[in-house]
């Protein structure tokens, strides 16, 4: 064998070693496959993708950023959990749709839809979602008009009436229709950081939700944002709540839609850093 000959030899073993090297350093973003590269959440929360559930407002009163459209009602999606899921419609179909588009959400995706309660600003974006995706189970309050349920049902619908508390798919649950001026449902995702609850108006009282929901679950509260119905509270009232919230051991929280400018702004200030900020285009991403 030629000196030359050997000298090429010792060049590739060493080039190939090296190359080994790289690929086996954990701190090498060539060791880590594509699905666990690390993302930062809103709040700081080091998850990988494989553990993240991601919440988009699609419909909100406030604009929060992109090309949408705000108007009056709420609706949000849910991917990364088991199913993906979407709460509430909107009021309007073509601003549903809008937001939609803007966002890049596949309608075609959405396997479970949960609706509140029966008032327009929350289900007037569903038919037009049905005639693009019958294929999806839908959950409602028990209190449901049949022909709203028939309606659905026509479409190509599975419909799913609540009474009690739920489980709708691996860690997310309805809290049951809970009583008030108008019944209600609400959301609970179960995450390593605690619970997550999403409100639609909170007709049955804010509080009375939270509490609810912890007389069934040990974990603790972790984030509360959607609808908090606030509108016609005092000030005073307002933060009464807030030191509610607190005790309760809310983490987090973001009110919108039908809250109130008022108590948004005394939760903003209550609740400083931890306070999160909601309207079109807001993308939440919390840990499984």
């Given amino acids: 064998m030629s000196g030359m000959q050997l000298k090429m030899i010792l060049c590739f073993m060493l080039f190939t070693t090296a190359m080994s090297f790289g690929q086996n350093d954990p701190s090498s973003d060539r060791a880590m496959p594509p699905g666990n590269k690390k993302q930062q959440s809103d709040k700081g929360i080091d998850v990988e993708n494989k553990d993240l559930v991601k919440i988009t407002i699609l419909y909100d009163n406030y604009k929060h950023s992109g090309n949408t459209k705000p108007a009056w009602g709420f609706s949000c999606l849910l991917e990364g959990t088991q199913k993906t899921i979407l709460f509430d419609t909107g009021g309007d179909a073509d601003i549903l749709a809008h937001n939609m588009d803007?966002?890049?959400?596949?309608?075609?995706?959405?396997?479970?839809?949960?609706?509140?309660h029966n008032h327009w600003d929350h289900t007037g974006g569903l038919a037009r979602l049905l005639e693009k995706n019958p294929a999806v189970t839908i959950y409602v309050p028990q209190s449901f008009p049949d022909d709203f349920v028939n309606r659905a049902e026509d479409s190509g619908a599975r419909v799913v009436a609540v009474d009690q508390p739920a489980r709708l798919c691996q860690n997310v649950y309805s809290t049951g229709e809970m009583d008030g001026p108008v019944k209600e449902q609400s959301l609970i995702l179960k995450t390593s950081q605690g619970l997550v609850i999403v409100t639609g108006c909170s007709h049955p009282g804010i509080l009375n939700i939270l509490k609810h929901v912890k007389s069934h679950f040990d974990d603790k509260l972790y984030l509360v944002f959607g609808g908090f119905h606030l509108l016609q509270h005092s000030e005073a009232a307002i933060n009464a709540i807030i030191e509610e919230f607190k005790h309760l051991g809310v983490v987090q929280c973001g009110a919108t839609h039908c809250t109130g400018d008022l108590p948004i702004s005394l939760f903003?200030?209550?609740?400083?850093?931890?306070?999160?900020?909601?309207?079109?285009?807001?993308?939440?991403?919390?840990?499984?």
Wanted: net charge negative.
């Fill in 102 to 116: 803007a966002l890049n959400v596949d309608v075609e995706k959405i396997q479970l839809v949960v609706l509140s």
């Fill in 268 to 288: 903003k200030r209550a609740y400083g850093e931890n306070y999160i900020e909601m309207g079109t285009g807001k993308i939440l991403n919390l840990p499984e």
